[in-house]
């Protein structure tokens, strides 16, 4: 199974703002609640937005927002994703890159599972605040 990465874009320059890995066979739920494991302030974005689990040897994106999920433009309910896709939560929200890489257990032929990545409580490294000129996480400030 593939290691996973999500990049948040910079919404104006299209740049990498913050990114978030997940190890193989882990359900990863993206939206504003704080049980999240990542977790977007926005008012486009939905508490539970949407959810990326394994999907066979793929991973599988499922919109569960009041506002979708597109890709390309257009909106999309469930989807396998590839490797540089970019998904975009609400037809103006934030967006996403996704990154698909070989986990490096399996990289070598090796099958031993990494331990899920499973976050329990309110964890603030998670968080980015978005806005349509500003985006700001713990640890990044950029302005336009």
């Known amino acids: 199974m593939s ?14 703002v913050q990114k978030w890995q997940f190890d193989p066979n882990t359900v990863i739920r993206v939206g504003r609640a704080s049980d ?12 539970h937005h949407l959810e990326i689990r394994p999907w066979g040897k793929e991973w599988a994106l499922i919109n569960l927002g009041s506002n979708g999920t597109f890709i390309n433009g257009k909106k999309v309910n ?13 037809s103006s ?10 986990s490096p257990d399996t ?3 090796d099958t031993t599972q990494r331990p899920q990545r499973r976050v329990t409580g309110r964890d603030s490294t998670k968080e980015t605040m978005l806005n349509k000129d500003t985006v700001m996480s713990k640890e990044t400030v950029i302005s336009e």
Do not use: F
């Open 36 to 47: 999240n494991d990542v977790i977007l302030y926005s008012a486009v974005v939905s508490r």
């Open 93 to 102: 929200g934030p967006k996403i890159k996704i990154n698909i890489s070989e």
């Open 107 to 109: 990289a070598g032929g």
């Open 3 to 16: 290691v996973i990465t999500l990049t948040l874009l910079h919404p104006l320059k299209s740049v990498a």
């Open 78 to 90: 469930k989807v396998i994703l590839k490797d540089g896709m970019v998904i975009r939560l609400a």
